[in-house]
């Protein structure tokens, strides 16, 4: 019989299961949950009510990295320790870059836990990479309790070198391919029209302005059997659905606002183009996945080292910013069907390396693998 362990997720921020490292720990956790083993998330704090989720710090609003990241204030040793009594955790996996929480659950665990880290950041700006150089030094003492770390991408690995001092195993974001192989092409989107969708948080650094300065330069005989989807929230909504009524769009363009994630599979197999024109900042590129495996006709995104991970071939990528070049690259997809199938079963092909069950198999051996050299060095 397998031995069950407990395992508790650590996250320095908001856990929302919608977004990025978030999505990450709980597609993990519920993979392992389903195995039978205990998962616990240790997190800043939560917009769910979930009796597994320890919300422990106050959090703080800045903005970093093109994203408003909550950041958590300080919390005391003995909140630590009391909670990580409580969970008796045999594995404490840390998400990477980490502040006040990862530091004091690293420093408060017990040496007979295995601590593992995965970093998922790649700086986009200066100032990042600032911030980045800043937090890694700050982490140094904490570092010498992990017994390994993970990178979700060569960027990141190169990231967590270069910030941290450390080395890591590239292993990529786990996806529950299942989940989204489910995917319907909705009536609605089912009418003959070619359909352009983009799914994301509606702020600058997923470049969702400058999709829709490209679907403005698309030739109107094109335009008009195309339709163009944008889903998702944030600050920058107003401000979009006015760009899309001023380049006299607003018979091809809809706004769907936020969707919820059952929504998810079925939009994405509406999609004869999922594109997503991130300008940076990306570690990964979970969406991505998510958006092939619901069966997308084919699925495009901004050339960073996040999505060349998960994208591969160059001719899926694109520069955002230069949004002649995209209304030129749409306009060729639309017009040669053909490329779609072809297209879509290379990526088909391509996915199989990140669904959670060949990525959560890797990282158990690796719990698996420090509990069993702990328990060695101890019976020694």
Same mark, same amino acid.
């Given at each position: 019989m397998t031995e069950?362990?407990?395992?508790?997720?650590?996250?320095?921020?908001?856990?929302?299961?919608?977004?990025?490292?978030?999505?990450?720990?709980?597609?993990?956790?519920?993979?392992?949950?389903?195995?039978?083993?205990?998962?616990?998330?240790?997190?800043?704090?939560?917009?769910?009510?979930?009796?597994?989720?320890?919300?422990?710090?106050?959090?703080?609003?800045?903005?970093?990295?093109?994203?408003h990241v909550d950041l958590p204030l300080p919390i005391s040793k003995r909140k630590a320790r009391d909670l990580l009594e409580k969970i008796r955790p045999d594995i404490l996996?840390?998400?990477?870059?980490?502040?006040?929480?990862?530091?004091?659950?690293?420093?408060?665990?017990?040496?007979?836990?295995?601590?593992?880290?995965?970093?998922?950041?790649?700086?986009?700006s200066t100032m990042d990479k600032l911030r980045h150089n800043a937090i890694g030094m700050l982490s140094r003492r904490s570092l010498r309790h992990f017994d390994r770390m993970i990178s979700v991408?060569?960027?990141?690995?190169?990231?967590?070198?270069?910030?941290?001092?450390?080395?890591?195993?590239?292993?990529?974001?786990?996806?529950?391919l299942n989940k989204f192989k489910v995917g319907k092409r909705l009536h609605q989107y089912d009418?003959?029209?070619?359909?352009?969708?983009? =799914?994301?948080?509606?702020?600058?650094?997923? $470049?969702?302005?400058?999709?829709? /300065?490209?679907? *403005?330069? #698309? &030739?109107?005989?094109?335009?008009?059997k195309t339709r163009v989807i944008i889903?998702?929230?944030?600050?920058?909504?107003?401000? =979009?659905?006015?760009?899309?009524?001023?380049? $006299?769009?607003?018979?091809?363009? /809809?706004?769907? *606002?936020? #969707? &919820?994630d059952e929504k998810v599979?079925?939009?994405?197999?509406?999609?004869?183009?999922?594109?997503?024109?991130?300008?940076?900042?990306?570690?990964?590129g979970i969406i991505l996945v998510e958006a092939i495996a619901s069966g997308a006709g084919v699925v495009i995104g901004g050339d960073n080292a996040g999505y060349r991970f998960v994208l591969g071939d160059n001719k899926y990528l694109f520069d955002p910013t230069n949004e002649k070049s995209l209304a030129q690259y749409l306009t060729r997809i639309i017009s040669y069907p053909k490329g779609l199938v072809e297209s879509h079963a290379y990526q088909h092909k391509e996915l199989g390396r990140f669904d959670v069950a060949i990525v959560g198999s890797k990282i158990m051996e690796i719990y698996k693998t420090i509990l069993k050299k702990k328990k060695s060095t101890k019976t020694l």
């Open positions: 069950k362990l407990s395992i508790a997720y650590v996250f320095d921020s908001t856990y929302k299961p919608a977004e990025g490292v978030a999505r990450y720990i709980e597609t993990l956790g519920e993979y392992y949950r389903e195995q039978g083993h205990n998962v616990s998330y240790i997190v800043g704090s939560s917009i769910y009510d979930n009796p597994s989720v320890y919300p422990v710090a106050r959090m703080v609003s800045v903005k970093a990295n093109g994203n996996h840390i998400q990477a870059p980490y502040g006040p929480i990862g530091w004091r659950f690293a420093n408060e665990a017990s040496k007979e836990t295995a601590i593992i880290g995965t970093f998922h950041s790649v700086p986009k991408s060569p960027a990141a690995k190169e990231v967590a070198l270069n910030t941290y001092g450390i080395d890591s195993e590239v292993i990529p974001c786990p996806v529950n009418d003959g029209k070619f359909n352009i969708v983009f =799914l994301g948080r509606l702020e600058e650094r997923k $470049g969702c302005q400058h999709l829709l /300065s490209a679907v *403005g330069l #698309i &030739d109107v005989s094109t335009l008009s889903a998702g929230d944030g600050p920058l909504l107003p401000k =979009l659905q006015l760009q899309s009524s001023s380049l $006299g769009l607003d018979e091809a363009v /809809s706004f769907l *606002g936020f #969707i &919820d599979a079925d939009l994405f197999a509406s999609a004869d183009i999922a594109v997503f024109p991130a300008t940076g900042g990306e570690s990964f």
